[in-house]
T-cell receptor, first 110, second 113 residues
Framework: RKEVEQDPGPFNVPEGATVAFNCTYS??????FFWYRQDCRKEPKLLMS???SGNEDGRFTAQLNRASQYISLLIRDSKLSDSATYLCVVNMAPGNQFYFGTGTSLTVIP | NAGVTQTPKFRILKIGQSMTLQCTQD?????MYWYRQDPGMGLKLIYY???????DKGEVPNGYNVSRSTTEDFPLRLELAAPSQTSVYFC????????????FGDGTRLSIL
């Protein structure tokens, strides 16, 4: 079983739509969780950290469910500029290693 | 505001050649990482360092070596290049360990022919 698993998509949604991605992780002792976005042939960039109580940043909402070992990302009112690959990243105990999902591809269509 | 800088951006190597991928950061971060990303795959950790003089293996260390003589620099060495090492290599740094996000360089695209 992979440490971090994501649905690769692709997700093709119209502008203004709401879209949600899930990510599951294998280690129940995982400590920290993040969503990154990666544009084609570019480096990953932090989108948001994921906190236990859930957190929101503008149109983006992240949730953590420790009991079921998954995190989610909700994007509301999708923009063309949201088109990218979204990477789920988990820090697993012990130590300082981060595990990346393979990414979920999103294309927002005019 | 440089952040994490990687050189070179592109390189083509012949099988058996060696090279060093350079990574430097100006944020005074203790933690630095090297990843590789193959097409359609997630990032895989090669090596990481929690401070000058300390390095540890990640998931896929075979065929690579690193050193960390200063806080700023974390070079990655390929001794005998193999086609399986064709990939995009990303260097990253963070201010602390697992609970802090990482800042990435813009990558080195390496082809082994």
């Amino acid at each position: 079983r992979k440490e971090v698993e994501q649905d690769p998509g692709p997700f093709n949604v119209p502008e203004g739509a709401t879209v949600a991605f899930n990510c599951t992780y294998s280690n129940s002792a995982s400590q920290s969780f993040f969503w990154y976005r990666q544009d084609c042939r570019k480096e990953p960039k932090l989108l948001m950290s994921v906190y236990s109580s859930g957190n929101e940043d503008g149109r983006f909402t992240a949730q953590l469910n420790r009991a079921s070992q998954y995190i989610s990302l909700l994007i509301r009112d999708s923009k063309l500029s949201d088109s990218a690959t979204y990477l789920c990243v988990v820090n697993m105990a012990p130590g300082n290693q981060f595990y990346f999902g393979t990414g979920t591809s999103l294309t927002v269509i005019p | 505001n440089a952040g994490v800088t990687q050189t070179p951006k592109f390189r083509i190597l012949k099988i058996g050649q060696s090279m060093t991928l350079q990574c430097t950061q100006d944020m005074n971060h203790n933690y630095m990482y090297w990843y590789r990303q193959d097409p359609g795959m997630g990032l895989k950790l090669i090596y990481y360092s929690v401070g000058a003089g300390i390095t540890d293996k990640g998931e896929v260390p075979n065929g690579y070596n690193v050193s960390r003589s200063t806080t700023e620099d974390f070079p990655l060495r390929l001794e005998l290049a193999a086609p399986s090492q064709t990939s995009v290599y990303f260097c990253a740094s963070s201010s602390a360990g697992g609970n802090q996000p990482q800042h990435f360089g813009d990558g080195t695209r390496l082809s082994i022919l």
